[in-house]
Nanobody, 125 residues
Framework: QVQLQESGPGLLKPSQTLSLTCTVS?????????WSWIRQPPVKGLEWIGY???????YYSPSRKSRTSISRDTSNKQFYLQLSSVTPEDTAVYYC??????????????????WGQGTKVTISS
């Protein structure tokens, strides 16, 4: 059974760097799929942050690409999110997820098949 678990600090101050870890069990992150970070700010919808592919390539949302870095440790089945220069607008529940989507007619369609339980991150001075 595939399971994902987020971990990281729950409270940061503005301008700090957010660092989260997603630990995967029951599946290798180098076999297939895209390993994603998604967040949900209070009273807002889900926001895609980015992903790292099974081969190690990374893709980020253009809106915060300059502040985002996703990396991995294949031996420990972990992938990471770093978001620099955080502001209160980065307050959200952060999720890691496995994207089992595919291409159809030239377009990619995501399918988030497995999710972590989410970790709440608050940015406040």
């Amino acid at each position: 059974q595939v399971q994902l678990q987020e971990s990281g600090p729950g409270l940061l101050k503005p301008s700090q760097t957010l660092s989260l870890t997603c630990t995967v069990s029951g599946y290798s992150i180098t076999t297939s799929n895209n390993w994603s970070w998604i967040r949900q700010p209070p009273v807002k919808g889900l926001e895609w942050i980015g992903y790292i592919t099974y081969s190690g390539s990374t893709y980020y949302s253009p809106s915060r690409k300059s502040r985002t870095s996703i990396s991995r440790d294949t031996s420990n089945k972990q992938f990471y999110l770093q978001l620099s220069s955080v502001t209160p607008e980065d307050t959200a529940v952060y999720y890691c997820a496995r994207d089992s989507g595919s291409y159809f007619s030239g377009s990619y369609y995501s399918y988030y098949e497995y999710w972590g339980q989410g970790t709440k991150v608050t940015i406040s001075s």
